[in-house]
């Protein structure tokens, strides 16, 4: 970590957290792309005038960053050096959901790619589901690619009869496929490829094996992912959305216990 003489005034970074109008800002720093944390506050200036969303800052966001000689801890209780965010960046994306005669609540900005995970067993692959994911990535402008994990519970014959024909099907609908394994190691060097330089996010029905792909992506993490694509109504949960940094650079979107994301108009 840099030391406080080394840090400069003005920084750019993105929001990897926020609560309680705090927010911890990752930036590249002396060549590392993930080699500077701060905690911040915004300025007066973003909290005024009518907004189209709820919340000036979310996670996600790309802001600029006056650092300051102070510290402070984060909700984790690690002690960062602060700051005041001055600007928030264009959004790329948002993912979020609309509520009628209210201002958007916005989940994650500028997310760049959902893999969507399929398990070829425990439990089977679901086609209906898959398709269900395709429909608000593609509605939301979003890169998707899917993943076809557990493929090591399959015979040769079975792969063959089950995962073959909806790999051909999407691939020649314009998606990229991959197969994987946390057993065998089988993709996740690709998987980790995919996901560098980028904000992804894992979505799939429970028991598909995300958290044990992101912790083969970023050993060390203890995800609660949740379904942040998911379609229909449903109960939603206040949750810390998080960006967990990825060796090489890029973010994986922790969102644990968001049900239903709604489509964005």
């Given amino acids: ?66 650092t300051a000689p102070t510290h402070g801890a984060n909700a984790r209780g690690e002690r960062l050096q602060e700051g005041s965010i001055l600007r928030v960046f264009p959004r790329r994306s948002e993912l979020g ?59 040769k014959k079975e792969f063959n009869q089950e995962i073959v024909p909806v790999r051909n099907l999407s691939k020649s609908l314009g998606y990229r496929c991959l197969t994987t394994s946390t057993e065998t190691d089988e993709g996740i060097d690709e998987l980790r490829q995919l996901m560098t330089n980028k904000i992804s996010s894992f979505v799939g029905s429970s028991g598909v094996g995300k958290s044990s792909l992101a912790c083969e992506v970023q050993p060390g993490l203890h995800l609660w992912i949740g379904e942040v694509m998911d379609i229909g109504k449903g109960r939603h ?25 709604m489509l964005l108009e």
């Fill in 1 to 66: 970590m840099a030391t406080d003489d080394e840090i400069p005034e003005i920084i750019r970074g993105s929001v990897i957290r926020a609560s309680g109008g705090w927010y911890e800002v990752d930036a590249p720093h002396k060549g590392k792309p993930h080699g500077l944390r701060l905690i911040c506050q915004t300025r007066g200036l973003l909290k005024k005038g009518k907004r189209e969303v709820s919340q000036p800052v979310v996670v996600g966001d790309e802001v600029e960053v006056r």
């Fill in 97 to 155: 959901r609309a509520r009628y005669g209210k201002t958007k609540q916005i989940t994650v900005a500028n997310l760049d790619l959902v893999i969507i995970i399929m398990s070829a067993r425990e439990p089977d692959l679901n086609t209906h589901r898959l398709d269900r994911f395709l429909v608000l990535a593609e509605a939301n402008d979003l890169e998707a690619v899917i993943c076809f994990n557990k493929i090591d519970l399959l015979k």
């Fill in 237 to 261: 949960t206040t949750t810390e959305v998080t960006l967990h940094p990825i060796d090489g650079g890029g973010y994986l979107v922790d969102t644990p216990g968001i049900k239903t994301v």
